[in-house]
């Protein structure tokens, strides 16, 4: 079976666009793969986090993978701080990382923008991002549009590994969806949803209560016209809003908009927001009951057992072919 491994940060309240771009496929791929999911606790530090609510969103993200179908007796899901190998294999593929590879990283450029002082940490993560993959020697990373350009950078660390101390890693693939892979921000189709966003109103959480749906949606920005016509350059926000109906009802984005020809923006945001509150209030109820089972913490060690299993003994051939003494 080829692998699968796939991460999510707990940097905030995940939103729709993790959902549609990410959480969704990883249910599917369960069936077919061997799958490798994680909290990326160690990547969410990298801007200031409150350490209350840290542990707090690394717990919710967890339940929420299960919640969205994630089995985790089929597939292993656990935090990245528990399996130690990522840190270790994070250090040293951030030897073997130039500094102009990291400086090119859009995410970094994005996050880092109009801050006055950045830590360290933001601009190594896409060799802490390599060995999270690496280390399993994954076939397969389910990521959308935005992490492209670090799946690119994990492909090159992997390949000039291999050629300087010979085959060690499989080189992984992207696997991204053709539609759904950059939702963008409700109040500016230029940005993606972010969890981050300070302004909760850019982007749908998971969690966020039917009546929040309701009004952030009726709320999204959209423009002057009326036609519900999925144009990307000339009407982005519409756009967005269709893509988000298209995957929430399992509908071309051709049909959503057939649908509402001649209708207007009002009977479509409408609809829309009940067509995403059908989707996320399943998962908020099994959201509550995983939460309210007290079985999260077990799923997780044994995730994290299963994990540190397959991954010392990659991090074990690293450190012995880069001349590391190992006993
Ligand atoms: N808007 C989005 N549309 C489609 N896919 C998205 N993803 C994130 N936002 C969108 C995908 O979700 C996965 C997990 O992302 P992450 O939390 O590790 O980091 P991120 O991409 O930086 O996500 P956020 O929400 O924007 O977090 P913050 O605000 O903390 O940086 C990835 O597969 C990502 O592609």
Same mark, same amino acid.
């Given at each position: 079976?080829?692998?699968?491994?796939?991460?999510?940060?707990?940097?905030?309240?995940?939103?729709?666009?993790?959902?549609?771009?990410?959480?969704?496929?990883?249910?599917?791929?369960?069936?077919?793969?061997?799958?490798?999911?994680?909290?990326v606790?160690?990547h969410?530090?990298t801007?200031?986090?409150?350490?209350?609510?840290?542990?707090?969103?690394?717990?919710?993200?967890?339940?929420?993978?299960?919640?969205?179908?994630?089995?985790?007796?089929?597939?292993?899901?656990?935090?990245?701080?528990?399996?130690?190998?990522?840190?270790?294999?994070g250090?040293?593929l951030t030897?073997l990382t130039y500094m102009?590879e990291l400086e090119r990283m859009t995410q970094f450029k994005?996050k880092?923008?109009?801050?006055?002082?950045?830590?360290?940490g933001l601009f190594t993560y896409p060799s802490l991002m390599a060995a999270d993959i690496l280390?399993?020697?994954?076939?397969?990373?389910?990521?959308?549009?935005d992490q492209k350009q670090h799946l690119e950078l994990t492909r090159d660390l992997?390949?000039?590994?291999?050629?300087?101390?010979?085959?060690?890693?499989?080189?992984?693939?992207?696997?991204?969806?053709?539609?759904?892979?950059?939702?963008?921000?409700?109040?500016?189709?230029?940005?993606?949803?972010?969890?981050?966003?300070?302004?909760?109103?850019?982007?749908?959480?998971?969690?966020?209560?039917?009546?929040?749906?309701?009004?952030?949606?009726? @709320?999204?920005?959209?423009? !002057? /016209?009326?036609?519900?016509? =999925?144009?990307? #350059? $000339?009407?982005?926000?519409?756009?967005?809003?269709?893509?988000?109906?298209?995957?929430?009802?399992?509908?071309?984005?051709?049909?959503?908009?057939?649908?509402?020809?001649?209708?207007?923006?009002?009977?479509?945001?409408?609809?829309?927001?009940?067509?995403?509150?059908?989707?996320?209030?399943?998962?908020?109820?099994?959201? @509550?009951?995983?939460?309210? !089972? /007290?079985?999260?913490?077990? =799923?997780?060690? #044994? $995730?994290?057992?299963?994990?540190?299993?397959?991954?010392?003994?990659?991090?074990?051939?690293?450190?012995?072919?880069?001349?590391?003494?190992?006993?």
């Open positions: 079976m080829k692998r699968v491994l796939s991460g999510i940060q707990p940097s905030g309240q995940l939103t729709l666009g993790n959902y549609i771009g990410a959480l969704r496929n990883f249910g599917k791929l369960q069936h077919t793969h061997e799958c490798f999911f994680m909290v606790d160690l969410a530090v801007v200031p986090q409150e350490p209350a609510a840290l542990k707090e969103q690394s717990e919710a993200v967890a339940a929420l993978f299960i919640a969205s179908g994630i089995d985790p007796a089929k597939s292993n899901v656990f935090m990245q701080s528990h399996v130690t190998a990522h840190a270790e294999l250090w040293l030897t102009g994005d880092s923008s109009g801050k006055e002082s950045v830590g360290a280390l399993y020697n994954a076939d397969l990373v389910p990521v959308g549009d992997a390949h000039r590994f291999n050629t300087r101390y010979g085959q060690t890693f499989t080189i992984p693939e992207p696997y991204i969806p053709q539609v759904g892979a950059r939702i963008m921000s409700l109040d500016d189709a230029s940005k993606k949803m972010s969890k981050s966003n300070p302004n909760a109103g850019s982007y749908i959480a998971m969690l966020d209560e039917p009546d929040v749906i309701r009004k952030k949606i009726s @709320r999204a920005v959209t423009d !002057s /016209g009326r036609e519900v016509k =999925f144009d990307p #350059q $000339g009407k982005p926000e519409v756009s967005n809003l269709i893509s988000i109906y298209a995957q929430c009802a399992d509908m071309t984005v051709q049909e959503v908009e057939a649908m509402y020809e001649g209708q207007g923006y009002g009977p479509f945001k409408k609809d829309l927001a009940e067509r995403v509150v059908a989707v996320l209030e399943p998962i908020q109820q099994r959201y @509550r009951d995983i939460r309210g !089972s /007290g079985e999260l913490h077990s =799923f997780l060690r #044994q $995730g994290a057992e299963r994990a540190a299993a397959a991954a010392q003994p990659v991090l074990r051939q690293v450190k012995e072919k880069m001349g590391f003494l190992v006993f």
